[in-house]
């Protein structure tokens, strides 16, 4: 990883806690580039604007605008790669854990995903990110360094997951179960892409597909109130500090 870009995406991304853990990233490096072999791709996933990419074995090539979007779209595209190579699946979600177990929510944007991170760290969980969190098969996550609103670093540590929230507002807080098909939809639809060919449609969904058994989905009906954290610790079995 090169200075500029981490100085770049400083103001988005907190790579301090992830610095110890090397593995995460399998040897991979990303360097700047100057031109390109072969196609280039956008590095947003959608255009051009903020700069381009192209992965090369081990070397992930990037070109890119002086801007902190584009520096944080190239760290995700290294995230991207590294994860799934090594089995998981990146997701547009937040995390957070309580003692040894953690949760995740999913939703739409505007659906509180911040929100939900905010309101559980306030009762005492430990932030994994409120922005990307990294999925894998056998029911495990971790978080990664991306953040969108909470000044609190993400957790590095892999973690086992008691559930998957789909999150929606009302005016309690209340969990019932989503059927298989909404659900896998749900996790399909927040899962990071891009068209490198490091991961398939179809290699995704078998990644995605154990999730729905273990740990399982859940919808989070929840409040924009601190009782909300609290009800996902309780049942979550984390004793309560009074």
């Known amino acids: 990883m ?14 301090g806690p992830f610095a110890a853990c090397p593995s995460t990233f399998d040897e991979l490096r990303i360097e700047p580039a100057g ?15 903020l700069g381009s990419y192209r992965v090369e074995g081990d070397r992930i090539l990037v070109r890119i605008i002086d801007d902190p979007l584009a520096a944080e779209a190239a760290l995700r595209i290294l995230w991207h790669v590294a994860i799934a190579r090594q089995g998981g ?33 306030a009762a005492g969980g430990r932030l994994m990110s409120d922005e990307i969190i990294a999925l894998y098969p056998d029911g495990s996550a971790h ?12 957790c590095p540590d892999r973690v086992r ?9 009302g005016g309690e807080e209340r969990l019932s179960p989503v059927e298989p098909s ?4 749900a996790l399909l639809s927040q899962c990071f892409r891009s068209n490198d060919g490091e991961l398939s449609g179809a290699e995704t969904m078998k990644r995605l597909a154990p999730l729905i058994d273990d740990p399982g989905v859940h919808r989070l009906r929840f409040r924009k109130h601190l009782d909300a954290g609290r009800f996902v610790k309780e049942w979550l079995g984390a004793p309560l500090r009074r």
Do not use: W
């Open 35 to 49: 031109e390109f072999a072969g196609a280039e791709l956008p590095i947003d996933g959608l255009e051009s604007r």
């Open 182 to 185: 909404e659900a896998i939809a």
């Open 143 to 154: 978080g990664t360094p991306f953040r969108s609103d909470n000044p609190a670093p993400g």
């Open 2 to 15: 090169t200075e500029e870009i981490e100085r770049l995406a400083a103001p988005r991304c907190l790579l």
């Open 161 to 169: 997951l008691r559930s998957l929230f789909l999150l929606e507002k």
């Open 89 to 121: 699946v990146l997701v547009h979600a937040s995390g957070v854990l309580f003692g040894e177990e953690g949760v995740v929510a999913l939703g739409p944007s505007g659906a509180g995903k911040s929100t939900f991170a905010a309101l559980c760290t």
